[in-house]
């Protein structure tokens, strides 16, 4: 198999710097279409945030300067890309919705599928994942990119995600049960595999007799003729999707890995199966926790996997060493992540907002083995960038704090972290740091003094200093951790607001 590829990055600068023409047989895509916001806020421009939408939705679609430049860049064509219906929806768009988020996400998005387009093969296929805040402008805009030059818009498949039981039950409407995927092909030269449904018991009871060969036959229809159960397809399936559920019960679900937006991995085999073949070549611009890249992988595919956030490619490291063990890493080519301290440097001293917290991600995920939750909370965050659980005994987790600083590391933030430890009763605090420390820090340090792990007996320094060097020279955390204790954590925190990141 060929060596796969996960970019850390924008995926619009690793679509044209990294993909070359007509090199993808399949791209699937999921990107944030921020369900959780009213409707016609969007459609107004009021400006009036969704307090309870993720954060990441925010930072990436909002007009800004960088909304401003992607317009331009559509306007002007730039690397030919754009079609002339492309560039007259859009101008049309900014005269109806006027420089607002909505606006800011179609000019971000158009400058991703053309990119796609580019990238994908004649015979290549497209899935566009969305719901219906913005779906009927994604197929407008996608319309003016594949059907504009030489492409079609095949069908669009409905997966029925959810049951309308429990609290949606009472909402005064329709309750949404369902998320909409777009289906575009290159050209007429594209592959496509029909699949079929499984068949039903009560049919398969229907094939009583073993021939010679050991194959299940029926005889009891009109003629006496004989048919084998190996010859019946069953039924195809068709553009409604409602035997792949979502994780309404995410908490008892082993495949859920806490991502918010986590989809079923059946849900991205079946779509890999009908539109590529084996060794052909997977995209996933916005590759989040893996889905995709699983899938892939599973079904013998080569694949390319991009993601803005740190969090997201340790995640994906962790997923793939889990389920496929050592091969599951074994060819992957790491771009974008720090491989030493120039690299990390660089990454710390980022001004673009998106990646403003990156470099602590990457730190403390990479030092504790991606077995850390990570403070995504604006503003004041009480000292904690991050937190571990370190099993102190057969029933009980102690907490250990990380805090992450690029530079003017003095012996206050020794006594600050200190502080912190003490305040929210943790077993241990770690400040990671790009610069080596002082004596008066080390000294610091050590009037912290021991924890004593009770579970096996071991000692470890209260206050510690790890450096981005011993990173490199790959030190980890080395303690008993619980994966279990950290997924509920993982859950609460996503669920309820957690003493230790509250504002």
């Keep these: 198999m060929a060596t796969n590829r996960l970019f850390y990055g924008d995926n619009l600068d690793v679509l044209r710097k990294y993909i070359r023409d007509e090199t993808v047989d399949l791209c699937y895509i999921d990107p944030p279409f921020n369900s959780n916001r009213n409707y016609n806020q969007i459609y107004l421009n009021q400006g009036k945030e969704d307090k309870a939408q993720a954060q990441a939705f925010i930072d990436t679609w ?17 690397n030919g890309v754009f079609t002339r219906q492309s560039i007259n929806l859009i101008t ?24 796609i387009f580019r990238v994908l093969k004649p015979s290549g296929s497209f899935y566009l994942h969305c719901d219906a805040t913005a779906s009927h402008y994604l197929k407008l805009l996608t319309d003016s990119i594949f059907c504009a030059n030489g492409g079609d818009f095949k069908r669009e498949i409905i997966w029925s995600t959810t049951d309308t039981s429990g609290f949606k039950s009472r909402a005064k409407n329709w309750i949404r049960s369902h998320d909409i995927i777009l289906f575009y092909v290159k050209s007429t030269k594209y592959y496509f595999k029909k ?25 009891d229809r009109p003629g006496g003729r004989k048919q084998f159960l190996n010859d019946t397809l069953g039924k195809t399936i068709g553009d409604v999707w409602d035997d792949i559920d979502s994780f309404q019960q995410a908490s008892t679900n082993p495949e859920y890995l806490g991502y918010p937006t986590q989809k079923r991995i059946a849900l991205l085999e079946r779509i890999i199966e009908a539109s590529s073949k084996e060794n052909d070549l997977i995209l996933d611009a916005y590759c989040g926790c893996g889905t995709t890249i699983a899938a892939a992988q599973q079904l013998k595919r080569n694949w390319i996997g ?43 001293i980022k001004k673009d907002d998106r990646t403003r917290k990156e470099f602590e991600k990457w730190a403390i995920l990479t030092y504790s083995n991606n077995r850390a939750i990570i ?14 659980f370190v099993l102190d005994s057969d029933n009980e987790s102690k907490e250990i704090i990380f805090s ?24 241990i605090g770690i400040l990671i740091t790009l610069e080596n420390p002082t004596k008066p820090m080390i000294q610091e340090c050590k009037t912290a003094g021991i924890y004593n792990n009770k579970l096996t007996n071991q000692s470890f320094e209260r206050l510690q200093i790890i450096t981005i060097n011993d990173i490199f020279d790959g030190k980890r955390l080395n303690m008993p951790m619980s994966l279990q204790v950290l997924k509920k954590a993982e859950l609460k925190l996503n669920n309820t607001q957690s003493k230790l990141f509250d504002l």
């Design 195 to 219: 699949l079929y449904w499984e068949h039903n018991p009560d049919y398969l009871k229907r094939f009583k007799k073993i021939d010679e060969n050991g194959q299940k036959y029926r005889d």
């Design 92 to 115: 049309g768009l900014e005269k109806v919705l006027g420089h607002g988020d909505l606006l800011a996400y179609l000019v971000s998005m158009t400058l991703r599928i053309a990119e």
């Design 404 to 427: 992450v600083k690029s530079g003017n590391v003095t012996v206050a933030n020794i006594r600050d972290l200190r502080g912190v430890i003490e305040r929210e009763d943790a077993a």
């Design 306 to 348: 991009i993601d803005i956030t740190y969090q997201s490619i340790s995640l994906i490291l962790k997923r793939l060493e889990d389920l496929f063990k050592e091969k599951g890493i074994k060819n992957i080519e790491l771009n974008g992540v720090p491989q030493d301290i120039e690299s990390a440097m660089a990454l710390a």
């Design 375 to 388: 403070n995504e909370k604006k503003g004041s965050d009480k000292g904690i960038d991050g937190i571990s």
């Design 62 to 78: 909002t007009w800004d300067k960088r909304a401003e430049d992607g317009i331009l860049q559509i306007k002007n064509n730039q």
